[in-house]
């Protein structure tokens, strides 16, 4: 099938809201993986994810997902894809288990699979003691947990993550994390917006970063990294300050050359290699500071 080759195609996709244009003629082409789209606030993350997933229609240009077009296969590309929005969908009139049976049977699973997998999802996600609770006695993060479980439950063959982890504790981020690892292993794409860079680091295959209506930076996390230059060889004094800082293109053969340097010139010197953080990309691409 087509979506094999291409996961995302867009061609010159723009989006406005009155006089305030937010996607301005993007051109994109992602292959099957995950995915993290970063930028900062107001930039258009939320709206280029709902136009993939169906709930918004751009104002021009073309968009394709698993290789269907998102406006004319709309009913068709909406069973084969999952979204956790920014904010909890879940029915607080239901139970934690049942939300997920239901949208486990939703997505086909047969009551025994789609009871299997809710109940190992609620204990991946601390929320085994609350399963038969009605979701309105659950607090928000409570909510937010269940709200990704249920995304989560069957495995379509992509899911939006619209700054999911938002909200949750650092244990329930990394369950995240590895669910999202788990699924990509069983042939899961993910397309993900975050304000943790360290998320995009550790998860993305390729970032891509939007500002200004434009994507203005699409590459792995090193190939980002190096936009803002090579690795840093740092110079302590005794006391573990860093004295000086020695730039590097990171090769190598760079790196041994300017360290064999050093322990011939000054041989009792402490030192450390340090490498571009996606913080100093963002800020370099963006101008401003990540959330």
Do not use: C
């Amino acid at each position: 099938m087509r979506y094999a080759e291409a996961l995302i195609e867009l061609d010159g996709l723009t989006k406005g809201f009155g006089k305030h244009e937010v996607l301005k003629g993007l051109d994109l082409r992602l292959p099957p993986g995950i995915h993290a789209l970063l930028g900062p606030n107001g930039a258009g993350k939320t709206t280029l994810v709902n136009i993939l997933s169906t709930l918004t229609s751009a104002d021009s240009g073309a968009a394709r997902v698993l290789g269907l077009d998102v406006r004319r296969d709309r009913k068709h590309l909406q069973r084969l894809i999952s979204l956790t929005g920014q904010y909890a969908a879940v029915d607080p009139r239901l139970s934690g288990t049942e939300n997920l049976l239901m949208m486990g049977r939703l997505f086909g699973l047969t009551r025994r699979d789609a009871a299997a997998r809710a109940a190992d999802l609620l204990d991946r996600f601390e929320l085994a003691g609350a399963a038969g609770k009605l979701v309105s006695t659950y607090s928000g993060g409570m909510r937010r947990k269940l709200d990704i479980a249920a995304s989560l439950i069957a495995q379509p063959k992509l899911i939006f993550l619209d700054e999911p982890t938002t909200g949750l504790d650092t244990r329930s981020r990394q369950a995240l994390w590895n669910e999202i690892t788990a699924l990509a292993a069983a042939g899961t794409s993910i397309f993900l917006t975050t304000q943790y860079l360290e998320e995009a680091d550790v998860l993305a295959d390729r970032i891509l970063v939007l500002n200004g209506g434009h994507i203005v930076a699409d590459g792995t996390a090193s190939q980002l990294k190096e936009h803002v230059g090579g690795s840093t060889i740092q110079l302590h004094d005794e006391h573990g300050r860093v004295t000086e800082e020695i730039p590097t293109h990171g090769s190598a053969a760079d790196l041994s050359r300017r360290l064999t340097a050093l322990a011939a010139e000054r041989p009792g010197v402490q030192v450390t290699v340090r490498k571009p953080t996606l913080d100093e990309v963002f800020l370099k691409l963006t101008g401003k500071k990540a959330a």
